[in-house]
């Protein structure tokens, strides 16, 4: 599985901006994909994620109201739309899957694929 985001960019405070990542090769083998963000000099974080067939989604208490996460299966396309941005939302923002069903997708050790990364900046 190949994963490509894209979406990024600098944005004020308050402003908003919408990833995408687009899946190729064996996507039949996702049950969950999931956003996580990386800051500098800290620990790469889950933000958001979604059950691949069953839709079911979870988020990050920081980002709840603020991130929406949404797929689409037909386009293989996971999507995060983010509103009300603040600086703390800065960093490389990465997409990735899981190939076997977890009951806590949280963990990013229990991702099989990731992608190359998009960097958001929140900044007047």
């Known amino acids: 599985v190949q994963l490509v985001e894209s979406g990024g960019g600098l944005v004020q405070p308050g402003g908003s901006l919408r990833l995408s990542c687009v899946a190729s090769?064996?996507?039949?083998?996702?049950?969950?994909a999931a956003w996580f963000r990386q800051a500098p000099g800290k620990e790469r974080e889950f933000v958001a994620g979604i059950r691949w067939n069953g839709g079911n989604i979870y988020y990050a208490e920081s980002v709840k109201g603020r991130l929406t996460i949404s797929k689409d299966n037909a386009k293989n396309t996971m999507y995060l739309e983010m509103n009300n941005l603040k600086p703390d939302d800065t960093g490389i923002y990465y997409c990735?899957?899981?190939?076997?069903?977890?009951?806590?997708?949280?963990?990013?050790?229990?991702?099989?694929?990731w992608g190359q990364g998009t960097q958001v900046t929140v900044s007047s």
């Open positions: 090769g064996r996507t039949f083998t996702t049950y969950t």
């Open positions: 990735a899957t899981q190939t076997r069903y977890y009951s806590d997708i949280r963990p990013k050790n229990k991702y099989n694929y």
